[in-house]
């Protein structure tokens, strides 16, 4: 069973830091793309970053560029998300997220608040 538990929201004023991770089970990663997704509230769902298992390859949506490092753990089958300089706008519910074997997996999400 694919199992996907993301930690580390809270609430933090503007220009802050929170880590997020999400700790995975039940797959082999090989190439498979990890993902964070965010959702704002009353909006849809945002990409934010990925990164290829196998290879480190790393993505980011272009306004998390420079505030958000994505980075994986082989040995903890984790993957973080180390955000900075947090803005208001950054407020959502982040989720881990793989699709494997043509399956969509998600976490149950972590809320991250900026507000001062």
């Known amino acids: 069973e694919v199992r996907l538990v993301e930690s580390g929201g809270g609430f933090v004023q503007p220009g802050g830091s929170l880590r997020l991770s999400c700790v995975t089970s039940?797959?082999?990663?090989?190439?498979?793309?990890m993902n964070w997704v965010r959702q704002a509230p009353g909006k849809g769902l945002e990409w934010v970053s990925s990164?290829?298992?196998?290879?480190?390859?790393?993505y980011y949506a272009e306004s998390m560029k420079g505030r958000f490092t994505i980075s994986r753990d082989n040995s903890e089958n984790t993957i973080n998300l180390q955000m900075s300089n947090l803005k208001p706008e950054d407020t959502a519910v982040y989720y881990c997220?793989?699709?494997?074997?043509?399956?969509?997996?998600w976490g149950q999400g972590t809320q991250v608040t900026v507000s001062s």
């Open positions: 997220n793989v699709l494997y074997r043509r399956t969509n997996y």
């Open positions: 039940g797959f082999t990663f090989d190439d498979y793309a």
């Open positions: 990164i290829i298992w196998n290879s480190g390859d790393i």
